[in-house]
């Protein structure tokens, strides 16, 4: 689990210098256009909600991405059980321009952020910034997004600022203390096994 306390403030900085590259003026972008939608799966009246709290950039979070959150989603999520919602964690820069590109389009942000997470150890593989945005922007491209929509997306000053506001307050109403974390009917859980995570969301449902 990655530590976030020491970083917050790093994420908030880090916007004076957020932009992998230069861009228009997005002023004109102002209000509805920058509101930050809750990414979620599941039906909107499951009896638990599991809020997943995740950096793109956390090893941790991506392992967990490849083993339980599949396994929840086929159990708990798709058989109407828990719904689930993905909040993304602003480390730094990279972290934010990954988030910036998952949600591009928010009708493909879990696909998006599901091979971001899934080619991780590819698309990480530089301590250069301008390498490590192009690598994101190739991999909009792999995902199906269109090179302008991708730039346009990537470079919007005003949604990468709504962004960490966001990302801050949601820091102060659950106290999480490093990523993945779960948020689980309100009560915080570091990273969890399957198993584990299955006797706690069973005991949610009252399951025998």
């Known amino acids: 689990m990655i530590q976030i306390r020491t970083v917050v403030f790093a994420a908030v900085a880090a916007l004076a210098w957020a932009l992998p590259a230069t861009s228009e003026s997005h002023s004109e972008a102002a209000t509805d ?122 470079e919007d000053a005003d949604k990468a600022k709504a962004l960490v506001d966001w990302f801050q307050a949601n820091m102060e109403v659950h106290k999480i203390e490093g990523t993945p974390a779960l948020v689980i009917d309100d009560t915080v859980y570091g990273n969890q096994s399957y198993e584990d995570l299955k006797v706690i969301i069973d005991d949610k449902l009252g399951a025998p």
């Open 33 to 154: 256009e920058n509101a930050v939608i809750e990414m979620t799966l599941g039906a909107e009246d499951a009896p638990v909600t599991l809020i997943e709290y995740a950096s793109f950039t956390c090893s941790h979070c991506a392992n967990f991405h490849a083993d339980q959150f599949k396994k929840l989603k086929a159990d708990y999520v798709d058989t109407g059980k828990v719904r689930f919602i993905l909040r993304d964690v602003y480390f730094d820069r990279v972290g934010l321009w990954a988030g910036m590109l998952a949600r591009c389009e928010p009708d493909r942000y879990f696909g998006v952020a599901g091979l971001i997470f899934e080619k991780q150890g590819e698309w990480l593989n530089s301590r250069d910034p301008v390498t490590l945005a192009d690598n994101l922007r190739k991999l909009g491209k792999v995902a199906g997004l269109e090179e302008d929509r991708i730039n346009a997306c990537m």
